[in-house]
């Protein structure tokens, strides 16, 4: 089955900077790649996804890239805020097959 | 759109208890999931169902975990008996119509066994 690695764990940045997130993928039939996001006491939420027939993928301060070739896609975070502190969770999945795999998360801090 | 509901929010039992969470999609969507949360092992899916049938419940702990979806708009997740290991917050997530890959997620329900 597929096998979704996420990195780093925890990453903490200063308000203003950028931040980026990596996810790694084994299956090459995975082609759907959404990006959760988690905050507190909440509900993981879409914040964006990618499909496999696209490199990238941007929706105002988020951008997500995809590398097929070497099966790895990373969600980009410009101009931090405090409230982009949250738990980020990516996933891969071959469309509307089954299941998700999900990456254990990374936690975000953006100290102000 | 309610979005997906979950009930109850919040449950506090007693070891050995039978516990019976509930789950109602969004309307339309044909695929639901059930996931377990915990700080030791993050996001875990336990069972999904397409058109109300169980595809995949390998996640599912143990025999005293079960999930039943009698129609499209109704599922549930029993644990008989409750264990504090169980301890955890469930996510009902479902998915389908316009937007047939995300998954959209309920609010959970937060679990103690005490």
């Known amino acids: 089955g597929e096998n979704v690695e996420q990195h780093p764990s925890t990453l903490s940045v200063q308000e203003g900077d950028s931040a980026v997130i990596k996810c790694t993928y084994s299956?090459?039939?995975?082609?759907?790649f959404p990006w959760y996001k988690q905050e507190l006491g909440k509900r993981p939420q879409l914040i964006i996804d990618?499909?496999?027939?696209?490199g990238e993928k941007k929706d105002q301060r988020i951008a997500v890239t995809l590398n097929k070739t070497a099966k790895h896609f990373s969600l980009h975070i410009t101009e931090t805020q405090p409230e982009d502190s949250a738990v980020y969770f990516c996933?891969?999945?071959?469309?509307?097959?089954?299941?998700?795999?999900f990456g254990d998360g990374t936690t975000l801090t953006v100290k102000p | 759109d309610a979005g997906v509901i979950q009930s109850p929010r919040h449950e506090v039992t007693e070891m050995g208890q039978e516990v019976t969470l509930r789950c109602k999609p969004i309307?339309?969507?044909?695929?639901l999931f059930w996931y377990r949360q915990t700080m030791m092992r993050g996001l875990e899916l336990l069972i999904y169902?397409?058109?109300?049938?169980?595809?995949?419940d390998s996640g599912m702990p143990e025999d005293r975990f079960s999930a039943k979806m009698p129609n499209a708009s109704f599922s549930t997740l029993k644990i008989q008996p409750s264990e504090p290991r169980d301890s955890a917050v469930y996510f009902c997530?479902?998915?389908?119509?316009?937007?047939?890959?995300?998954?959209?997620f309920g609010p959970g329900t937060r679990l103690t066994v005490l």
């Open positions: 169902f397409n058109n109300n049938v169980p595809i995949d």
């Open positions: 309307s339309g969507h044909n695929s």
């Open positions: 990618i499909r496999s027939n696209v």
């Open positions: 299956d090459s039939a995975s082609n759907y």
């Open positions: 996933a891969a999945s071959f469309t509307n097959a089954g299941k998700s795999t």
């Open positions: 997530a479902s998915r389908g119509g316009q937007s047939t890959d995300t998954q959209y």
